[in-house]
């Protein structure tokens, strides 16, 4: 019972951490209609500059990420708005073979400049965990998950409290329409990609400090940000969380009773399961961008 437990609260902290991943990645998919394959690569690239904060000033890596989040916001943006904005009206598999392509000069340039090695973000702190009578949590991980969830709460605030955040989404439902009332598409699409890239930044910072990285790692966050955005419901950045947490549970519990092979499987499995009875999502509504002229 005890290591139920013990993998319970693990899979509850990993799928907050996951949240944080891919709620960039369901919201740029739901708004601009672009499944980004490069978005682990920016998860690895926010933990490289969280890494360098780290060692060449002694930055600790929950402030080095807000440094992570500013550099990629910056990269992001810029990225978007004078590249793939360039093909955001060509079909779907147009901007795939794009962020593509992304992915692997972001990956290789990383190797370039990092090497193949595994680097980890050390704290004093990071290793240490609270005992709950037989269950014991990671400090760290319980940090993580905490900003996770708070970051994510924060992002549905400014989304639907803010004129900037209503300019998302009123261009995310109808380009045309977001435009006769004055909304610049292409800022707003900007703006979108650059927010996610940033909030993979910080993800980023957050999983140097939990555990190992290394250049290969961005297509495995790649493919959990999918499949967390899927199964909770694009556009709805409470369904990442959500999604976060079953997959991070579902990962967790997998991982205990079943071969390592098996593990990635029973979350696909999971997500089939879901989509045939909820092809929106668990919390997910139909959410469509336009594919109108920007």
């Known amino acids: 019972m005890s290591g139920f437990l013990q993998a319970t609260v693990y899979g509850l902290l990993q799928g907050g951490l996951l949240a944080l ?4 990645f369901s919201l740029v998919w739901g708004v601009m209609n672009v499944v980004n394959l490069a978005h682990g690569g920016f998860v690895i690239l926010g933990a490289y500059v969280g890494w360098e904060m780290h060692e060449w000033f002694g930055l600790d ?20 708005r004078f590249l793939i904005n360039l093909v955001i009206n060509g079909p779907i598999f147009i901007t795939l073979l794009l962020t593509f ?9 990383m190797n370039l400049v990092f090497s193949a090695d595994y680097r980890s973000i050390k704290t004093s702190y990071a290793s240490n ?3 709950f009578g037989s269950v ?26 803010t004129r900037t955040g209503l300019s998302i989404l009123a261009t995310g439902m109808d ?8 909304i610049r598409a292409r800022h707003v699409y900007a703006l979108t990609f650059g927010i996610a890239a940033g909030l993979a930044g910080m993800a980023g910072a957050m999983i140097g400090t939990v555990g190992t990285f290394n250049p290969s790692a961005a297509a495995s966050f790649t493919l959990m940000s999918f499949v967390v955005a899927v199964l909770g419901g694009l556009g709805n950045m409470y369904g990442a969380l959500v999604g976060g947490l ?14 390592g092979t098996w593990v990635n499987a029973l979350a696909f ?3 089939i399961v879901v989509l045939i009875f909820r092809p929106t999502g668990l919390v997910g509504r139909a959410f469509y961008a336009a594919r109108q002229e920007v």
């Open 246 to 259: 079953v997959i991070g549970l579902v990962q967790a519990w997998g991982g205990q009773y079943l071969p």
């Open 269 to 271: 499995l999971v997500l």
């Open 61 to 80: 890596p929950f402030l080095g990420m807000f440094v992570s989040a500013a550099v990629l916001f910056v990269f992001g943006y810029v990225l978007q």
């Open 136 to 161: 014991r949590v990671p400090l760290g991980r319980l940090l993580a998950f905490a900003l996770a969830v708070a970051i994510t709460v924060l992002l549905v605030a400014v989304v639907n409290r």
């Open 129 to 131: 965990s609270l005992a």
């Open 21 to 24: 991943v891919a709620v960039g």
């Open 101 to 109: 392509g992304l992915d692997l000069m972001i990956v290789q340039g």
């Open 175 to 182: 380009r045309g329409a977001a435009r006769l009332m004055g």
